[in-house]
């Protein structure tokens, strides 16, 4: 840390690039290296770098250098060098040729224009790197003029070295900082006589180094005096930085870093301006006190350092010319001013002029488990202070004392001394105890005290709320949970690329979401981490640490009963609109409930207004009243094909881009929209999920985009015991690629006998299609009586066979096995791709990966949700799914939408919870057999999915139950009547 006082006030602000390669840095196979950086300025904004960019901070060139990795890295050995060119979408590709290459690697950029006579490829020819670190940057020349750096488009940058392996893919990351430090000059003065028009340096290096810390290796040039044109003719204009319109502060002029040496002339400033009028120029050196004495010596130009020169008071204009200001005293004791220098670790400081104090934040908000005990060594602040240097000033030792009922420091004692003996950064680390909820840290010395406050809140829940910040501008991430972090604007609105550390909003609020921490099993464990937020001047920070819980998708679900919705589904060409209407299910309406998307933040967007269909109510099931529905339904939508939904229901460009949605339990309705299409239908689906939270907990909805057929669970997901977690298959090699929707026939014919591979798709997920007996061609009308439809109780009989299907071409029944060895989890691929945990025989399994409601597909959604047999309708069956008691509280529960052969119903939605792909299996029930000849049983409350397996004279079946029932495999006896099934096919 930098201690700069006595007589000035110094502050250094930190100019700093980051870097991140978010690819693997060799990929398999191929020999380039890809890089990727992001450039972050000293007002932290945020700067893409895409190559060739003529603007500040661009990037023009890109090399990378692999050294020996030797225990002296002067002496290091180079092995390679390349320069990385750029392929586009700020990523760069470098041959290094050698397959089996170690070492320490450093990338630098922008070295190019700045070498003194040489290429940088030159280097691998130097052999050793002690000569690379001796390669010079020089200036460039103008008419034989020398002058220091005047256009920051392309600052010299270089990396500090990182481990590099070409056998292992795993990413690195580069941190760049410039060769070049950067000076401003502020009118702060206040006095309306004086203007200040420009700024420029004297002394300034010529030279400097591509390392950094290599000043003393040997003597850099200087230019003598700042805007030489000859001799002792000067220039004022040469190079002056002037200052914009309606600003006080001058455009930034940036230097190599310069080292001052005993009895040197150091690095000042000329400054330019008008006083009444009359112009006028002043010369400020830039020295501090010498310590121990009144004594003033220069201060040393670093790299990667921002010096701000702020003018408190000026009561002339100066010299009339800048050759007169160059060659007489300063006008340091004339011009009253400070150099603000902020240490990284000191953002928030008080200080007399002499001595300051600073820390690193001013509130720690904590959120951990209060329940839990005693939280200890809680890193909440770092300190730091000046002690006396000038034999004068004699100041008593320093205290920070705790405030606040259970917080005490890591001893346990609530006083600890800052002694006069320390002035670097001193962590001051607390405990909490289970009474904190709000305390203070008192800072005290010499005259001078700074208050911290410390905020203690409930462990952050898997599935947090939104955060908001008033009057701060920044956001900063820890490095650690760079990508766990959320900074935006607006509520719900936030930026997608977590790859930059920090974050700037132009409004004075900051909202921060904490990304969900969910999993399954043991890919989702408790975490820690924190971030900061500030203003635009970094000062007053809060710094915000937190412990998150974490949500098993499979075993911490809190779905909601009665039915509501579990899954969304767009085709890979949609994006508009897909509606959630939830039933209140609190007592207190004015709860509220919150929205989020927790995977897929890069394509799924949410929104809360209505729909742009005038058609479409706010209720939840799409009646005023779904408990006393009328005996007809109401107005359909106005728009119910696909192409009309895409044009008219997209979301508009001020309802785009947000992952976060809130309300009231009196009006639970939002909508789904997507942010891309897929590149063509056969692209495989993508998938996401959301969650909404409401005062019982977090209901989950899975997205799917894309209707290519694609695994659920896949070959590579292991199958494990339920009860003991033992593994009982380490893969699923019978897992098959499911189709997204059920089987129908062309035409609206009551019976019809299907032709090989005659079965067509049904339109969306939610429609289940007509009924097909089990080792027949026979297809049946989903809906009506058996006499309606001709029912048969004699279906073929004899071996099923392929010659029989009615899947498309390319797609078949899946099996549950082969004739004669059925019904075990290693030959079934309807266990091995639908079940978590697959069992054997007729076998029942839990609810784990199902979650049971409706799919918002663009059918389904935007239509009136009705309870069967209602609404002037009859003869849908047996046993249908009408209410449902939850709480000792009974509801009827709409389950159908439409009628006839584009029938819909709610269903199950089975997920995979290692990458939240779903399927939704319409519950469209079944035609009975022999107990009740062809009428339909279970509508709305069931699914049966026929298999193409027989096994001595038996056909197996996949079906659920009610909500009450289990998930089982069953078999039917196949010469007797065979029931009326749905088909789902799959991928050949």
């Known amino acids: 840390m930098k201690h700069l006082f006595l007589g000035l006030v110094w502050f250094i602000y930190l100019f700093f690039l980051s870097s991140c390669v978010d690819e693997q840095l060799v990929k398999p196979g191929v020999k380039d290296v890809q890089l990727r950086f992001t450039i972050v300025m000293a007002d932290e904004e945020v700067m893409d770098t895409r190559a060739g960019e003529n603007r500040s901070g661009g990037i023009n060139s890109v090399y990378v250098v692999v050294v020996k990795d030797e225990a002296d890295p002067g002496d290091a050995r180079i092995l390679a060098s390349s320069e990385a ?13 050698d397959e089996n290459l170690k070492g320490k690697m450093y990338v630098f950029a922008n070295i190019a224009s700045y070498l003194s006579g040489q290429q940088l490829g030159g280097i691998t020819t130097l052999g050793e790197l002690q000569e690379a670190l001796k390669i010079k940057l020089s200036t ?46 502020i009118n702060n003065s206040g006095n309306d006589h004086y203007t200040l028009l420009g700024a420029n340096m004297g002394n300034a290096p010529l030279e400097g180094y591509v390392f950094p810390n290599n000043q003393q290796i040997e ?135 002499e001595q300051y104090l600073g820390v690193s934040n001013s509130t720690l908000i904590l959120y951990d488990n209060i329940k839990s005990g005693i939280r200890r060594d809680v890193e909440a602040v770092n300190v730091s202070y000046t002690v006396p240097t000038d034999g004068v000033t004699a100041w008593g030792e320093g205290s920070v004392t705790t405030s606040g009922n259970g917080l005490t420091f890591s001893d346990g004692k609530t006083t600890q001394s800052l002694a ?42 898997a599935v947090p709320e939104e955060m908001s910040f008033e009057n701060v501008t920044i956001g900063n991430r820890a490095m650690e949970m760079k990508d766990k972090v959320l900074f935006g604007d607006d509520s719900g609105k936030y930026g997608t690329d977590n790859g930059n550390e920090s974050y700037e909003s132009r409004t004075g609020k900051l909202y921060a979401l904490v ?62 609109e897909r509606i959630i209407r939830i039933r209140s299910f609190e007592k207190d309406r004015t709860k509220k409930w919150t929205a989020v998307v927790i995977v897929g933040q890069d394509f799924i967007e949410l929104d809360t207004d209505k729909s742009n269909d005038s058609k479409i109510s706010l209720n939840p099931y799409g009646w005023d009243d779904p408990d006393n529905p009328t005996s007809y339904d109401p107005e359909e939508p106005l728009y119910s094909t696909d192409e009309a939904i895409e044009a008219n229901c997209c979301f508009t460009e001020n309802q785009k881009g947000k992952s976060l949605v809130t309300g009231t339990a009196d009006n639970i309705y939002f909508r789904v929209g997507l942010k891309s299409t897929l590149s063509s239908q056969e ?110 109780n004699n279906s073929s009989t004899g071996d099923y066979s392929d010659a029989r299907n009615v899947c498309p071409s390319g797609y078949r029944r899946p099996a549950d096995g082969v004739n004669g060895n059925a019904g075990y989890i290693e030959g079934s691929e309807m266990r091995q791709s639908f079940w978590l945990y697959p069992q054997n025989g007729v076998a029942t399994s839990d609810y784990g990966n199902m979650l049971r409601g409706y799919i918002a597909d663009g059918y389904f959604d935007r239509k009136p949700i009705r309870i069967p047999n209602t609404q002037g309708r009859s003869n849908e069956g047996f046993n249908i799914y009408m209410s449902e008691t939850v709480n000792g509280t009974t509801y009827r529960i709409p389950t159908m939408v439409g009628d006839e052969t584009n029938i819909g119903y709610a269903g199950m939605l089975v ?78």
């Open 683 to 792: 692209t495989a689906p993508r998938y996401g999920l959301i969650a909404f939270i409401h005062s019982g907990g977090t209901h989950l909805i899975y997205v799917r985009q894309g209707e290519e057929p694609d695994y659920l669970m896949r070959p590579y997901d292991p199958v494990t015991d339920e009860n003991s977690g033992t593994v009982v298959l380490s893969r699923r090699p019978k897992a098959v690629k499911i189709q997204p929707y059920n089987i129908t026939v062309k035409g609206g014919a009551k019976k019809v006998e299907v032709v090989q591979n005659g079965g067509i798709y049904t339109s969306y997920p939610s429609m289940g299609g007509y009924f097909f007996q089990g080792n027949s061609n026979v297809a049946y009308y989903p809906v009506g009586t058996a006499s309606e439809v001709g029912w048969s």
């Open 515 to 576: 990304s969900a921490n969910v999993g399954y099993n043991n890919s989702v464990s408790e975490r820690d981490g924190e971030f900061y937020v500030a203003s635009s001047k970094d000062d007053g920070r809060t710094k915000v640490m937190f412990h998150q819980e974490k949500l098993d998708v499979y075993t911490g679900l809190a779905q909601i009963r009665p039915y509501t919705f579990v899954g969304t589904f767009h085709r890979w060409n949609q994006k508009a």
């Open 140 to 185: 460039a020349k103008v008419e034989g003029k020398d002058y220091i750096i005047a256009d920051p488009s392309f600052p010299p940058m270089v990396s500090e070295p990182e481990s590099y392996d070409s056998s292992d893919p795993t990413t690195l990351s580069f941190e760049l900082s410039p060769s070049t430090a950067k000076v401003t000059v």
């Open 420 to 461: 006069l003996t320390e002035t670097k950064d001193k962590p001051i680390k607390i405990n909490c105890s289970p009474d904190l909820t709000e305390g203070s840290l008192i800072f005290r010395i010499g005259n001078l005290s700074k208050v911290v406050k410390v905020i203690r809140r409930s462990t952050l829940p």
């Open 85 to 97: 060119n750029s392929v586009g979408d700020n990523t760069y590709r470098a041959d290094l040729k």
């Open 911 to 988: 997920y995979n919870p290692y990458n939240y792909a779903s399927i939704f299996i319409p519950s469209s029930g079944s035609r009975s057999g022999q107990t009740r000849g062809g009428e339909l049983i279970g509508t709305g409350g069931e699914f049966n999915l026929w298999s193409s397996t027989m096994n001595s004279n038996q056909m197996w079946y996949l079906a659920t139950g009610y909500y009450s029932s289990k998930f089982v495999f069953d078999t039917y006896l196949s010469i007797a009547s065979m029931e009326g099934f749905s088909v789902r096919c799959v991928k050949e």
């Open 219 to 353: 003597n850099i040039g200087r230019a003598s005096y700042a805007g030489v044109v000859s001799g002792n003719t000067y220039s004022p204009e040469y190079m002056m930085r002037g200052v914009p319109k309606d600003s006080k502060e001058t455009e930034p002029l940036y230097l190599f870093e310069a080292p001052v040496k005993k009895d040197d002339e150091g690095v000042f400033v000329i400054i330019k301006g008008e006083y009444d009028g009359v112009p006028g120029y002043h010369r400020l050196n830039i020295w501090k006190k010498e310590a121990g004495s009144s004594n003033q010596q220069y201060l040393p130009i670093e790299r990667n350092t921002y010096y701000k020169i702020n003018i408190q008071k000026i009561s002339s204009a100066g010299y009339a010319t800048a050759a007169d200001a160059m060659k007489n005293p300063a006008s340091n004791r004339d011009i009253q001013f400070n150099i603000d220098v902020t240490d990284l670790n000191s953002h928030d400081i008080v200080s007399n002029g």
